[in-house]
């Protein structure tokens, strides 16, 4: 665990306030749902609350199916990072977190699709040539998005755009279950 030197009171309605350094380093957001944790020696831990994390292996098995059908790397992300890759390599973009273009896209509620090569990469560092983004929203609430990825000078439209919104589709429904 790392010191912050930061010290709160806890108020009378037992609220404590995370300081708005710690919120912009860790991506929390006003309405954003943290879990709660203890352990052994007392601590109290604060973790964001990842929905799409929750899916695990079925987000895994869904962007597996995805990339099978075509042939494009799949990621799918939470608010912060990738959580389930297919077609690449792991340890390229697992964890990884998503740029603040994604974020954007997500926060319009709209699909994106550009066939320019490099633009708006959705992983910092990352050569692309064509990118599909669909937000994954569940009961209003922005949980994440699809995201679909060529690295070899393959063209995406309309048909991967479709199949991002009803990939995106399809794991809201399991988050809103």
């Known amino acids: 665990m790392k010191a912050t030197g930061i010290v709160r009171r806890i108020d009378d309605l037992g609220r404590v306030v995370v300081p708005k350094e710690i919120r912009r380093t860790l991506r929390i957001r006003e309405g954003d749902p943290l879990e709660i944790f ?18 695990g292996e079925f987000a895994q098995e869904y962007a597996d199916s995805l990339y099978e059908a075509t042939r494009h790397i799949v990621l799918i992300a939470d608010q912060d990072e990738v959580v389930a890759v297919a077609g690449a390599s792991k340890k390229s973009f697992y964890e990884r977190r998503i740029t603040e273009h994604v974020e954007e896209v997500m926060r319009n509620r709209k699909p994106f699709l550009s066939n320019n090569a ?3 990469p959705p992983i910092e560092d990352l050569e692309l040539s064509s ?28 048909l991967e755009l479709k199949l991002a919104e009803t990939a995106a589709g399809f794991l809201a429904k399991q988050l809103g279950q």
């Open 38 to 55: 203890t352990d052994r020696e007392g601590s109290v831990i604060l973790k964001k609350y990842s929905p799409i994390a929750d899916l």
């Open 131 to 158: 990118q599909v983004i669909a937000p994954i929203i569940v009961e209003g609430d922005i949980a994440g998005a699809v995201i679909m990825l060529s690295q070899e000078g393959k063209s995406m439209g309309e």
């Open 118 to 120: 490099n633009e708006n």
